[in-house]
């Protein structure tokens, strides 16, 4: 059963779908196969079907057209996580929010300042803070995506971030919610969510908005995965089978389109069920998973260079896994800095507190160990 999945199986799954996403939002710039991600074009599921059955051009076409639904599963993820680690403990709104904004904001700060620094090279840092300063405002603010699309920041992916900050917000309605209806809540509300989705998609896009960036449009993975972490929900073959005959209906004929991310989402939780076993296992998979985060805000700046350089099958499949390494690399190194600082400052509260042990002996452990967990 989902409820079953515990933090090692958490963090293979980030695995395995960063390491879709990362390869995907690669490879979709440089092949001619688009997914029907954000938009449905009835062309898209026949240019892949052109394209995948010419093996030099197989592994892109496949991570171009099927990497995106990885975003399922972080979407999932997050709601699986608050479902499991905020339920029996709830804080107020402003300490929730304070306590998620803290862990993402240092890295995503990071992350911006160094893509200004690159765009400055290219324009000049005063004109890059100009062009981009209201997107990056609104974005760091958790409304870039309820605006027009001026209000975007050039690196696509970082889409997530002000989707996540506004799922942050409604968490503690989603939880009360759910502890007062229980299962039939959420489907009421994904089942809202969908028609809103449907009827005010067109709408919104003359301003540039798409709800498929928002909590609305993909109120059915949420509802999922706080339903899986609360409840016993098994996917069984048929289940399987049906969500697998949706996805592919939906990349054909817009009326199932919208389905098609919870579809994908079944069958991708169903698959790593059946495979939990062997994949829990994976020392790789767990460490890319650790890394998700950063891996996630940085191929988006990586990529930029390697996608003009790509003119052929091999060198996409070359400089691809090249953007990838670079990725890793820079994720490695920023993960290690950051844990790094909470070792140096733990040896140095436990020197001091070996010297203040040398010249107070009166000094009880106990104090010691609580001016630690103060300390900057």
Partial sequence: MLCDLDKRDTMVLKGLAISAIVFHNYFHLVTPVQPNEFWFDQTAFTSFLEV???????IQAIFSFFGQYGVQVFIFLTAFGLARSYWDAPSSWSTFMCSRVSKLYPMFAL???????????????????????PAIVCTLAGISNLLPAHYRLPIGPWWFIPFILQFYAIWPFMRRLTARFGWRGLVAVALFSLLVTHFASHILARSGINLLQTPIGHMRGLCLGIAAARYPIRINVPLAISALVVLLLGNIYELFWPLTFLAALIVILFLYMRMRASLRNSAVLQVIGHYSMLLFLWNGIVRVPFVSLAKGPLSQLVLGCISAAITFGIAFLIQGIVELVPDLQKKN????????????????SGTIENASEISP
């Fill in 52 to 58: 995948v059955r010419h093996p030099a051009f197989t």
């Fill in 111 to 133: 992350a911006i300042l160094c893509w200004l620094v690159l765009a400055g090279t290219q324009v000049s840092l005063g004109n890059a803070i100009r062009q981009s300063g």
């Fill in 349 to 364: 509260c436990e020197t001091g507190a070996t010297c203040l042990g040398n010249d107070h002996a009166s000094l009880d």
